[in-house]
């Protein structure tokens, strides 16, 4: 069972570049999450997807955009990467019971030099 | 808007002891969730237990145990006799019910170290 699947796993970008993170899910969940992890910040929320067709934004969205035009996929951009960007980047899906925990991806680690 | 506190940063014990970390949660909601994870040192996050808001009987699973309180709006965990496997960060979470809100709010998580 993949589960959810993030790729890449790591990458370096320069400033100025653009890249998309992408999130695919194989649980058939309907709300899906991206989040971003920095030293004593937890986890903070970017974006999120309470299904397909639908984004809203979290609680650090600046510099980021979603789309989630798949149910099973939650793709992140970064259209113009900053030094600030660099962090780790997790997805994560759950169904739309909340009761239900969520479930996360292995992560991918952004550096942007 | 929901909130998670974890105040305890970083806790450090011997082998053996007992701990508790500690997590504070706020909402407005009278039905949400309330979830515990672990990350090791390997990055992933591994899910521990749920709780709903009507169920406030502690639960107990092998050297782990939650202590869940709406009173104090307080659902800590426990780690009886701590093992140096158990280091980790513990992030501590928070949903509200089903709908078209149902964001899934993190604390900043607890590093526990765990000395031999």
């Known amino acids: 069972n993949a589960g959810v699947t993030q790729t890449p796993k790591f990458r370096v970008l320069k400033t100025g570049q653009s890249m998309t993170l992408l999130c695919a899910q194989d649980m058939n969940h309907e709300y899906m999450y991206w989040y971003r992890q920095d030293p004593g910040m937890g986890l903070r929320l970017i974006h999120y997807?309470?299904?397909?067709?639908?984004?809203a934004k979290g609680e650090v969205p600046d510099g980021y955009n979603v789309s989630r035009l798949k149910k099973q996929n939650f793709l992140l951009g970064l259209e113009s990467a900053a030094p600030s960007q660099t962090s780790v980047y997790f997805c994560?899906?759950?169904?739309?019971?909340?009761?239900?925990?969520?479930?996360f991806g292995q992560g991918t680690r952004l550096t942007v030099v | 808007a929901q909130k998670v506190t974890q105040a305890q940063t970083e806790i450090s014990v011997v082998e053996k002891e007992d701990v508790t970390l500690d997590c504070v949660y706020e909402t407005r909601d009278t039905t949400y969730y309330l979830f515990w994870y672990k990350q090791p040192p390997s990055g992933e996050l591994v899910f521990l237990i749920r709780r709903n808001s009507f169920d406030e009987q502690n639960e107990i699973s092998g050297r782990y145990s939650w202590n869940f309180q709406k009173s104090t709006s307080s659902f800590n965990f426990t780690i009886t006799a701590s093992q140096v496997v158990d280091s980790a960060v513990y992030f501590c979470a928070l949903s509200e019910a089903n709908g078209a809100n149902s964001k899934l709010t993190f604390g900043k998580g607890i590093t526990l170290s765990v000395r031999p």
């Open positions: 994560a899906s759950r169904p739309w019971t909340g009761r239900t925990e969520a479930f």
């Open positions: 997807s309470v299904g397909e067709g639908t984004t």
